[in-house]
């Protein structure tokens, strides 16, 4: 079963990316992205909202379940970051990469084929690649290569090995694919890397979507092992408190960025490993905060660095008064990240610490701390970019065009943060709809036909 | 069902004026108006005061139901309560300190006037307010725990108000590592009370003519919850060792030195420890515990404070020796005492903190109206020390105990060497595997 809305809309990408790239420099190449993303949050808005009447065949074009926020989420993002993306980082090829990257994205989410999934994962990984080749001087795309070819290697093999019964081997393969793709402890190497050295655009249209979460969430409906379980929140408990250590210590903002995301991603992969429903509900409710939040946080931090260059955090080195929009947008997404009480990340977090507390109580104890260094390194991260210089550098604060990709992001983060019934409804309604599709474990008839294998459970 | 609707309306209010006063941030700055925003601080403000007044009054004739709850938002397994406790004590507390906000805004009026970051100051202010009035009416640690985190922010940014200067900032950020570390005391002892099934729900106790966390069924699960909100409580009041930020807290305005230090925030902690009357009482180990940690914050805060050379620090070691007492006060039983304590002492010292920028004309003000030299005063504790011990004393309160010191290298320092080890062997991997070759 392939869900229509997503492939509608990973289609208008592909077009999107091709556009983009027939472009004659960077400046045409991001009018005509942002009119593209435009269109497709316009559509993806529509069919959130009208378009469970509409039936195409036998298929409905809405996704069931929470692929719904999913598709929603994807368009905004997109619509966003190029919206962002500053030209100094981003030429039309890498705009035409970040499309791609969203459509495979698209396409990981529209499918319960195991082996869309697989070609999704994979290609997704050499589109980042080739981004990162691109950039020679940069030098990190040999890096990338080992851990996301790795991951990608493991996913295919679990597929195989799950095509052929082997259940227990195919989910070790699975799991050391999730890790490795998730930047999960200690496979995390790559992640802080990526994050320092490639164009903003590109590490969160490959990051952000977070495949690995997904595919973890999908594998534990389909084996309800408690071992799983168990090995699957403590590496996510251990990689939140990690990164989170790691994260003060920091001394360039870009890889404190990482850390900090990746101590939050640790927190959805605990969630996502509590198995009962309040906890993934709160784990999916916490993407949707952490993926509008982080990637708010993670664009102003590229406008920054448009301006300033490399951005240290070593000393205070700012001054807020040129640039206060950009300034407290920062200060609000990095709250908003973080789970700050009167943001939606905070319901979130609380919901799925109740959801996990009775299974892990000793591993939310790590996260407490995690979460409490994550909140102290904001902070710090704000007051070593915005204050302690006295005459302010000539620096130009966010135009009408950021502005607007910036409050589309942060608005629904408070709204919600103050009434947070407003993203519970929609999410509990569709989570109630029906659950994630997992992949279905192979029968002897299935192995005979390839398309009855791709079926929903 | 009234007496709920008013204290929540007083709940709100602030929260909705820090809400709207951040969105009219957003705007230029030439577009606003100070008028205006001093306006929106103080109706907010007077709308809480007056709620909690009429609930005041109405709470003997009205049967209230303890820790009423208005739900935040719901799932089908869970609900986040908004638990309001409209008891006596916490609406008198409230009033106080919506007066003092409002009195501490009429001040700064005059005081911020064309100041670059008057706007920053009175949505930090209202913000502030909205956090205590959160902490002192809710009726449940998990409610009580979103204005714990409000005030801990809103502290750091005022400490760190003139943000052109490095120290400000400096200060401001160790404030605030300081209330995380101990914020994880507060949310670990969530976490523990939610897994005991004890819950976090204060409720009527025997001991207490307020809502406190009940100590019925105290197993030792419950047991280290309590020293963990012991914990939680240390860092927001100051205690030893964690005592050193609040003296350089002082950079921020003297109006907000005086609220946070002086009179409000540095008292939450002493606050919650009454919250958690029951639960100390009935294990002899937090008796001791508080009472010893009361006890060592006095006296370091007593020797300390006959040091300092500028009045800021001598008020700042005050609010903490007065403060340690107030804590031997609860471990000791005395709740009456300590709460009429809190109010006298948040009083006094946020008008002395206030009265602080004009010492110098005062003191010569007195001089010259006495005709002679203000003679000095309070050297009981000097001359009761025997010679010899007297040089040892003065070290120790010059260094300031040589807390931060024991701080920063003892546990730190450790944990940034561990981290910045990690990250070089980070470095060094990725080099190796990008094939570098420096």
Same mark, same amino acid.
């Given at each position: 079963m392939v869900y229509l809305s997503h492939i509608f809309i990973a289609v208008l990408y592909l077009v999107g990316a091709n556009w983009a790239l027939c472009s004659a420099d960077a400046v045409i190449a991001r009018q005509r992205?942002?009119?593209?993303?435009?269109?497709?949050?316009?559509?993806?808005?529509?069919?959130?909202?009208?378009?469970?009447?509409?039936?195409?065949?036998?298929?409905?074009?809405?996704?069931?379940?929470?692929?719904?926020?999913?598709?929603?989420?994807?368009?905004?993002?997109?619509?966003?970051?190029?919206?962002?993306?500053?030209?100094?980082?981003?030429?039309?090829?890498?705009?035409?990469?970040?499309?791609?990257?969203?459509?495979?994205?698209?396409?990981?989410?529209?499918?319960?084929?195991?082996?869309?999934?697989?070609?999704?994962?994979?290609?997704?990984?050499?589109?980042?690649w080739l981004e990162l080749k691109s950039?020679?001087?940069?030098?990190?795309? #040999?890096?990338?290569?080992?851990?996301?070819?790795?991951?990608?290697?493991?996913?295919?093999?679990?597929?195989?090995?799950?095509?052929?019964?082997?259940?227990?081997?195919?989910?070790?393969?699975?799991?050391?694919?999730?890790?490795?793709?998730?930047?999960?402890?200690?496979?995390?190497?790559?992640?802080?890397?990526?994050?320092?050295?490639?164009?903003?655009?590109?590490?969160?249209?490959?990051?952000?979507?977070?495949?690995?979460?997904?595919?973890?969430?999908?594998?534990?409906?389909?084996?309800?092992?408690?071992?799983?379980?168990?090995?699957?929140?403590?590496?996510?408990?251990?990689?939140?408190?990690?990164?989170?250590?790691?994260g003060i210590a920091q001394q360039e903002s870009r890889r404190a960025l990482a850390y900090l995301i990746l101590s939050q991603s640790g927190l959805l992969t605990f969630g996502f490993a509590g198995q009962t429903e309040l906890a993934v509900q709160g784990a999916l409710l916490c993407w949707f905060s952490l993926a509008l939040s982080c990637t708010s946080f993670a664009l102003l931090i590229a406008v920054l660095e448009a301006r300033r260059g490399r951005l240290l955090i070593n000393r205070a080195q700012g001054n807020f008064s040129h640039t206060p929009r950009i300034a407290m947008g920062f200060l609000l997404a990095g709250f908003a990240s973080v789970g700050f009480p009167l943001t939606l990340g905070f319901a979130a977090e609380d919901i799925l610490l109740q959801g996990t507390i009775s299974q892990y109580p000793w591993l939310s104890l790590m996260l407490a701390v995690a979460m409490a260094l994550n909140g102290f390194n904001v902070l710090r991260m704000f007051f070593m970019l915005f204050t302690g210089r006295k005459k302010p550098a000539d620096e130009v604060d966010i135009?009408?065009?950021?502005?607007?990709?910036?409050?589309?992001?942060?608005?629904?983060?408070?709204?919600?943060?103050?009434?947070?019934?407003?993203?519970?409804?929609?999410?509990?309604?569709?989570?109630?709809?029906?659950?994630?599709?997992?992949?279905? #474990?192979?029968?002897?008839?299935?192995?005979?036909?390839?398309?009855s294998f791709f079926s929903l459970r | 069902m009234f007496i709920k609707s008013l204290v929540l309306v007083g709940v709100v209010a602030p929260v909705i004026c820090a809400v709207v006063l951040g969105v009219m941030l957003w705007r230029p700055r030439q577009q606003l108006r100070e008028e205006l925003f001093t306006r929106i601080v103080f109706a907010s403000f007077a709308l809480s005061i007056i709620c909690y007044l009429i609930a005041l009054i109405a709470l003997p004739f009205a049967t209230v139901h303890m820790g009423s709850q208005v739900t935040w938002f719901d799932l089908p397994h869970y609900h986040y309560s908004l638990a309001i406790a409209p008891d006596a004590m916490s609406l008198i507390v409230a009033i106080f300190s919506a007066i003092l906000v409002s009195m501490i805004g009429a001040f700064s009026r005059r005081y911020l006037h064309r100041d670059p970051g008057y706007f920053r100051f009175y949505l930090f202010l209202s913000l502030f307010g909205a956090g205590v009035e959160i902490i002192i009416l809710s009726s449940s640690l998990d409610f009580l725990f979103i204005g714990w985190e409000i005030v801990g922010f809103t502290s750091a940014m005022l400490i760190a108000f003139f943000y052109e200067r490095p120290k400000p900032v400096e200060h401001g950020l160790r404030a605030f590592l300081t209330y995380r570390i101990c914020d994880v005391g507060l949310l670990s002892a969530l976490v523990i009370l939610h897994h005991s099934e004890h819950g976090t729900l204060f409720v009527n106790n025997q001991t207490t003519t307020w809502l406190a966390l009940s100590n019925t069924d105290a197993s030792s699960l419950v047991i280290v919850a309590g020293f963990l909100l012991v914990w939680a409580a240390m860092g927001k009041s100051a205690q030893v060792p964690l005592s050193g930020w609040l003296p350089r807290a002082m950079e921020g305005p003297t109006p907000s030195s005086a609220i946070f230090y002086g009179a409000i925030s540095i008292h939450l902690g002493a606050f919650l420890l009454l919250r958690l009357a029951p639960l100390i009482a009935s294990d002899w180990r937090m008796q001791i515990s508080v009472l010893l940690i009361g006890l060592l914050t006095a006296l370091h805060g007593s020797l300390s404070g006959r040091v300092q050379s500028d009045i800021k620090s001598v008020l700042a070691y005050a609010s903490i020796t007065q403060v340690g007492v107030i804590w031997m006060e609860i471990a000791l039983g005395f709740y009456t005492l300590a709460v009429i304590h809190m109010i006298g002492h948040a009083a006094l010292r946020s008008l002395q903190i206030l009265r602080s920028p004009s010492l110098l004309h005062d003191h010569q003000y007195l001089e010259s109206a006495m005709g002679a030299t203000i003679p000095r005063a309070a050297r009981h504790i000097e001359n009761c020390l025997p010679y010899s011990l007297r040089p040892w004393v003065y070290r120790h309160g010059l260094e300031r105990g040589v807390l931060d010191a024991v701080l920063r290298f003892w546990f730190l320092a450790p944990v940034l060497a561990w981290a910045r080890w990690f990250d070089r062997m980070d470095q060094r991997w990725a080099r190796w595997l990008n094939r570098e070759t420096n």
């Amino acid at each position: 079963m392939v869900y229509l809305s997503h492939i509608f809309i990973a289609v208008l990408y592909l077009v999107g990316a091709n556009w983009a790239l027939c472009s004659a420099d960077a400046v045409i190449a991001r009018q005509r992205s942002m009119v593209t993303a435009l269109i497709a949050l316009m559509v993806a808005s529509m069919i959130t909202v009208f378009g469970s009447a509409v039936l195409l065949g036998e298929q409905p074009l809405l996704p069931a379940g929470p692929s719904r926020f999913i598709v929603l989420t994807l368009t905004l993002l997109t619509f966003s970051v190029v919206s962002f993306a500053p030209l100094q980082t981003h030429r039309r090829q890498t705009f035409s990469r970040i499309f791609t990257l969203m459509a495979l994205a698209l396409g990981f989410f529209a499918t319960t084929s195991l082996w869309a999934a697989v070609m999704c994962w994979s290609l997704s990984a050499v589109v980042a690649w080739l981004e990162l080749k691109s950039h020679k001087s940069r030098g990190i795309h #040999r890096m990338f290569a080992w851990y996301q070819f790795s991951a990608a290697g493991f996913f295919l093999a679990g597929a195989l090995l799950f095509s052929f019964g082997a259940v227990s081997p195919a989910l070790g393969c699975f799991l050391l694919a999730i890790s490795l793709r998730s930047g999960v402890f200690p496979w995390q190497s790559w992640f802080t890397h990526f994050f320092e050295k490639a164009p903003m655009g590109i590490v969160i249209a490959y990051v952000i979507p977070q495949f690995g979460f997904f595919s973890e969430l999908m594998m534990l409906q389909q084996e309800n092992s408690r071992v799983l379980a168990v090995v699957i929140a403590s590496l996510g408990a251990l990689t939140a408190f990690v990164a989170a250590l790691l994260g003060i210590a920091q001394q360039e903002s870009r890889r404190a960025l990482a850390y900090l995301i990746l101590s939050q991603s640790g927190l959805l992969t605990f969630g996502f490993a509590g198995q009962t429903e309040l906890a993934v509900q709160g784990a999916l409710l916490c993407w949707f905060s952490l993926a509008l939040s982080c990637t708010s946080f993670a664009l102003l931090i590229a406008v920054l660095e448009a301006r300033r260059g490399r951005l240290l955090i070593n000393r205070a080195q700012g001054n807020f008064s040129h640039t206060p929009r950009i300034a407290m947008g920062f200060l609000l997404a990095g709250f908003a990240s973080v789970g700050f009480p009167l943001t939606l990340g905070f319901a979130a977090e609380d919901i799925l610490l109740q959801g996990t507390i009775s299974q892990y109580p000793w591993l939310s104890l790590m996260l407490a701390v995690a979460m409490a260094l994550n909140g102290f390194n904001v902070l710090r991260m704000f007051f070593m970019l915005f204050t302690g210089r006295k005459k302010p550098a000539d620096e130009v604060d966010i135009g009408l065009r950021e502005n607007i990709a910036l409050a589309v992001l942060l608005a629904p983060l408070f709204l919600s943060g103050l009434l947070p019934q407003l993203a519970l409804q929609p999410l509990l309604h569709a989570y109630n709809e029906k659950q994630l599709n997992a992949w279905q #474990r192979p029968q002897p008839t299935m192995l005979d036909s390839p398309q009855s294998f791709f079926s929903l459970r | 069902m009234f007496i709920k609707s008013l204290v929540l309306v007083g709940v709100v209010a602030p929260v909705i004026c820090a809400v709207v006063l951040g969105v009219m941030l957003w705007r230029p700055r030439q577009q606003l108006r100070e008028e205006l925003f001093t306006r929106i601080v103080f109706a907010s403000f007077a709308l809480s005061i007056i709620c909690y007044l009429i609930a005041l009054i109405a709470l003997p004739f009205a049967t209230v139901h303890m820790g009423s709850q208005v739900t935040w938002f719901d799932l089908p397994h869970y609900h986040y309560s908004l638990a309001i406790a409209p008891d006596a004590m916490s609406l008198i507390v409230a009033i106080f300190s919506a007066i003092l906000v409002s009195m501490i805004g009429a001040f700064s009026r005059r005081y911020l006037h064309r100041d670059p970051g008057y706007f920053r100051f009175y949505l930090f202010l209202s913000l502030f307010g909205a956090g205590v009035e959160i902490i002192i009416l809710s009726s449940s640690l998990d409610f009580l725990f979103i204005g714990w985190e409000i005030v801990g922010f809103t502290s750091a940014m005022l400490i760190a108000f003139f943000y052109e200067r490095p120290k400000p900032v400096e200060h401001g950020l160790r404030a605030f590592l300081t209330y995380r570390i101990c914020d994880v005391g507060l949310l670990s002892a969530l976490v523990i009370l939610h897994h005991s099934e004890h819950g976090t729900l204060f409720v009527n106790n025997q001991t207490t003519t307020w809502l406190a966390l009940s100590n019925t069924d105290a197993s030792s699960l419950v047991i280290v919850a309590g020293f963990l909100l012991v914990w939680a409580a240390m860092g927001k009041s100051a205690q030893v060792p964690l005592s050193g930020w609040l003296p350089r807290a002082m950079e921020g305005p003297t109006p907000s030195s005086a609220i946070f230090y002086g009179a409000i925030s540095i008292h939450l902690g002493a606050f919650l420890l009454l919250r958690l009357a029951p639960l100390i009482a009935s294990d002899w180990r937090m008796q001791i515990s508080v009472l010893l940690i009361g006890l060592l914050t006095a006296l370091h805060g007593s020797l300390s404070g006959r040091v300092q050379s500028d009045i800021k620090s001598v008020l700042a070691y005050a609010s903490i020796t007065q403060v340690g007492v107030i804590w031997m006060e609860i471990a000791l039983g005395f709740y009456t005492l300590a709460v009429i304590h809190m109010i006298g002492h948040a009083a006094l010292r946020s008008l002395q903190i206030l009265r602080s920028p004009s010492l110098l004309h005062d003191h010569q003000y007195l001089e010259s109206a006495m005709g002679a030299t203000i003679p000095r005063a309070a050297r009981h504790i000097e001359n009761c020390l025997p010679y010899s011990l007297r040089p040892w004393v003065y070290r120790h309160g010059l260094e300031r105990g040589v807390l931060d010191a024991v701080l920063r290298f003892w546990f730190l320092a450790p944990v940034l060497a561990w981290a910045r080890w990690f990250d070089r062997m980070d470095q060094r991997w990725a080099r190796w595997l990008n094939r570098e070759t420096n």
